[in-house]
């Protein structure tokens, strides 16, 4: 591809800062990336850290391990997945997190016909084990899934859920890039739809109605509005967080509401 | 020799019987210099001249109208002045801000402040100009409105007498009575009560001298400059929509209490938006005194006349009480002002008992959520206090609700008494802060740390130091603004507020004074009214939210919910007293007691 997954272009920004500003967007907990030894990263997400693999070449449950290990402090559940999900849905990460609120130690995606275990729910106390396991040379997930128990997600399970089944019907959210006619045919799609909305000051006639828009970024919104996010204007994604985040990710669905930052009074 | 804009002296007026009698009282320049003027001169004021303990509606209770020495010069909006008292709504601390031709004819009578104690035998005016004070018999104004008031005064008296009139509300001594000039309202905390307990139905002044500022062509300069810069971006909010632009952003956010602040977003708000109203209504535009922005929006009413329309009163007569015919809000925006109660207030009171009602507490079946008519029938019983439920409700929400028990304490809207305005605290934790710590009560306008979380430069549902941080330092520039006087409407305009405006009143008075001084004038005004407020009884356990805010979570539009619960507001609540140099009951240090100047 000519260069790392991580630093491929998304729409002004990388896949990795698209991934983990879909995770930052939807989970209420920290945010990590695993780093192989000495990678150098794109910039990220404020709020976003860092931890490095100690060992190279031990493959995705050498991260897994890292991974799980570094926020085991701060979350009892994790949502794990790799870089070059561009089409990753917030809605397919609830899915996933809440089928393990049951109590399996895995919430296993089989979507579009296969095993997702990089886009998939694990328990962080499973960190242990998956460092045990690579101790014994045991380096494929499935392995893991052997030694504790897996909740399975097909198709229809997931789709079962309305926000998903609505926002991502084709389950695309699981969707990976891995030759360039794969990255090219992604950045050759629309951007999503959604729905822009302007308050106050920012509302030229009627422009506080909602109305629909393709964009990929919050910038992009802004700019499809004629607005700048500068000092005197901010954003409220869906109505919950307020950011002037330009690269802000936005996903089939969502609704962004355009406000004057010196909203009160 | 006062230092420019300013006279170096109050008028301590004494009504009594049938006489009034004035008294000069000096203000040195080191207590004009420490506390500015306005709320913060007001505040030395109340510490020096209102009995420790004493009753808000006694005679010997001051009642001071304070200016500053911004006060008729070019500045835009500056033509303000603080109206300052002991609340009978809360017992503490209250003061309201007002701009009007009142405060430039005030300040000429040749006085920083009038500060108004005893009562007169009967109903009457009074009159203040360069020939001193006197009391002028008013039974016949008795029951009208402020408005009403004041056209009879000026027909009686002289066009250029101005004039600041209580409405029936405040005859009768509802606790969140406001006082009004020139269509504007010194509304929070029940002003208008304490003036009538002097039975006075109105203040009127006339100017009678001239003041001079140190700098005269640095001042006209930077009037100019202002002005340019009152007509940008930071302002156009106002100018465009006013503040009811609020409306439909806060409930996009979730953060429009709703139906006693049961929810944040209301279904009707569209139907109330500025946006809406102003493609399907007449709206006129106009500005106080002195002011270039102009944020005031009055809106055609069907069938006839105008109503001056604001966020906080469409919020509070609107969603708060489930209301969404603009008709209905515009109906009772306009009973509350003729009336002359404080719309806050008033809202979160009747939506307080419309809950009671909901819940079996109140015996009165035809006050309902949702329904306009029943808010101006509420209104009108609390205005004339009749037996029952105006009787009750004339009290405020927190009042009410212990006279009624049965824990609607819990959901009362009120902190220290004061209802709560249109900011949902758990939705906007920097704010909730705010709220619970001010002087004032449950107070927006000396507190506006909602500007903070409506940044989207911190989190605003998990409320943490850096919101500790944001309600200090907007309470700290709300302080400076309000003894200054500059507008706040004006803040955004200031790319390094305490700097630029050290410089203006610099140019003004002639002081040598910069960032770090304005700073400290604001924390020892922030401290002067706990000191009061200590002073008067207030303690830890008034620092708070009601048990709703902080036992019910908040479900918001995008599905999730905000909580904040009573160890996350104790935990900002700490981390405020020690930035504030508070010991961990909320009380201040005897250095900082003398930096108060108490005795000055
Ligand atoms: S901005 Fe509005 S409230 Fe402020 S002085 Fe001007 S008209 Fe009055």
Redesign the interface.
């Given at each position: 591809m000519g260069k790392p997954k991580a630093w491929l272009e998304w729409h002004g920004s990388t896949l990795l800062y698209r991934a983990t500003a879909v995770l930052a967007r939807t989970v209420g907990g920290p945010v990590v990336v695993v780093a192989a030894p000495g990678q150098e990263l794109p910039p990220l997400p404020s709020g976003v850290t860092v931890v490095e693999d100690p060992v190279e070449g031990l493959g995705p449950m050498q991260g897994l391990a890292v991974g799980l290990a570094a926020v085991a402090d701060r979350a009892e559940t994790a949502f794990v997945c790799s870089t070059d999900l561009p089409f990753l849905h917030p809605a397919f990460v609830r899915c996933v997190l809440r089928g393990l609120a049951s109590g399996p130690d895995v919430v296993l995606p089989v979507a579009r016909g296969f095993r997702q275990p990089l886009a998939a729910g694990y328990r962080t106390a499973l960190a242990g084990l998956v460092a045990d396991l690579l101790a014994e040379g045991d380096l494929r997930p499935g392995m893991l899934f052997k030694h504790c128990e897996v909740a399975q997600l097909s198709d229809e399970q997931l789709l079962a859920d309305t926000a998903l089944a609505r926002h991502d019907p084709m389950l695309e959210s699981v969707v990976n890039v891995n030759t360039p006619e794969d990255y090219a045919a992604a950045r050759d799609r629309p951007p999503p739809e959604i729905v822009v909305?302007c308050?106050?000051?920012l509302?030229k006639?009627?422009?506080?109605r909602p109305r629909g828009v393709r964009t990929a970024t919050l910038g992009a919104a802004a700019a499809s509005v004629g607005l700048t996010l500068d000092r005197?204007v901010?954003?409220?994604l869906?109505?919950?967080?307020?950011?002037?985040?330009e690269l802000l990710p936005l996903v089939a669905g969502d609704v962004v509401?355009f406000?004057?930052?010196?909203?009160?009074? | 020799m006062a230092p420019g804009g300013f006279f170096g002296r109050a008028l301590l007026v004494d009504v009594g019987g049938r006489e009034a009698t004035g008294t000069p009282f000096e203000l040195t320049e080191r207590v004009l210099r420490s506390y500015l003027g306005g709320v913060g001169l007001g505040t030395w004021l109340l510490h020096r001249l209102a009995p420790p303990g004493v009753d808000p509606l006694a005679p010997a209770a001051p009642l001071a109208f304070v200016f500053s020495s911004l006060v008729g010069t070019p500045l835009t909006t500056s033509a303000k002045f603080a109206v300052v008292a002991k609340s009978p709504l809360t017992g503490l601390l209250t003061d309201a801000l007002a701009s009007s031709q009142f405060a430039i004819s005030g300040k000429l009578t040749g006085h920083d402040a009038l500060v108004i104690r005893g009562r007169a035998d009967e109903l009457s005016v009074l009159l203040i100009d360069g020939d001193g004070v006197r009391l002028e018999p008013a039974p016949d104004l008795a029951g009208l409105a402020a408005g009403e008031a004041e056209t009879a005064a000026k027909s009686r008296f002289g066009r250029n007498w101005r004039t600041a009139a209580i409405g029936a509300a405040g005859e009768r001594g509802v606790r969140y009575a406001t006082i009004s000039h020139d269509g504007r309202h010194a509304g929070r905390g029940g002003l208008g009560a304490v003036l009538g307990a002097k039975n006075i139905k109105a203040v009127l002044v006339r100017a009678a001298t001239k003041v001079s500022v140190a700098d005269q062509a640095g001042v006209l300069a930077a009037a100019r400059d202002l002005r340019k810069r009152s007509f940008g971006?930071?302002t156009?909010?106002?100018?465009?929509?006013g503040?009811l632009?609020?409306l439909?952003?806060?409930n996009?956010?979730?953060t429009l209490p709703t139906r006693n602040f049961t929810a944040a977003?209301f279904e009707g708000a569209p139907q109330l938006?500025?946006?809406?109203l102003h493609?399907l209504r007449g709206v006129a535009r106009n500005s106080c005194a002195s002011c270039s922005i102009g944020c005031e929006h009055i809106y055609s009413r069907k069938g006839g006349g105008g109503q001056r329309m604001e966020?906080e009163n469409v919020f509070a007569l609107g969603p708060l009480c489930g209301v969404s015919d603009p008709d209905d809000v515009f109906a009772a925006s306009a009973r509350c002002d003729e009336l002359g109660i404080d719309t806050i207030s008033a809202g979160g009171t009747i939506a307080w008992a419309m809950e009671c009602v909901e819940r079996g507490l109140i015996d009165e079946p035809w006050l309902r959520f949702g329904d306009g008519k029943a808010v101006l029938r509420a209104l009108d019983a609390i205005g004339t206090r009749s037996p029952g439920l105006g009787e009750l409700l004339a009290q405020g929400s927190r009042r009410a609700a212990e006279a009624v028990g049965h824990g609607s304490i819990d959901f009362a809207p009120q902190v220290k008494g004061l209802e709560l305005p249109g900011?949902e605290p758990r939705s906007l934790q920097s704010m909730a802060l705010g709220l619970a710590v001010n002087a004032r009560g449950a107070d927006?306008n000396r507190s506006?740390a909602?500007?903070a979380?409506?940044?989207?430069e911190l989190?605003?549902?998990d409320g943490g130091a850096a919101h500790v941080a944001a309600a200090v330092g907007t309470e700290d520039r709300a302080a400076v603004m309000d003894s200054m006087i500059l507008c706040?409407?004006l803040?955004?305009v200031f790319d390094d507020p305490f700097t630029e405006w050290a410089r203006l009143l610099a140019l003004v008075t002639g002081w040598p004074l910069d960032a770090d001084e304005l700073r400290g004038a604001a924390r020892r005004i922030v401290r002067a009214k706990r000191a009061f407020n200590l002073r008067e009884g207030a303690t830890a356990a008034d620092d708070t939210l009601p048990a709703r805010m902080l036992e019910t979570p908040l479900e918001?539009?995008?599905g999730?919910s905000a909580v904040l619960d009573a160890d996350r507001l104790r935990s900002m609540i700490a981390g405020y007293y020690a930035a504030r140099g508070l010991d961990e009951e909320g009380r201040i240090a005897a250095a900082d007691l003398e930096d108060l100047l108490l005795d000055a």
């Open positions: 909305e308050f106050g000051a509302a006639k009627g422009g506080h005197h901010v954003a409220a869906n109505g919950d967080q307020i950011t002037r985040d509401s406000l004057s930052a010196d909203a009160g009074g | 971006p930071a156009a909010k106002y100018r465009e929509l503040t632009a609020n439909l952003a806060f996009a956010v979730s977003t938006a500025a946006e809406e493609e966020y900011y927006h506006g909602y500007e979380d409506l940044s989207g989190d605003r549902f706040k409407f803040r955004g918001l539009g995008s999730r």
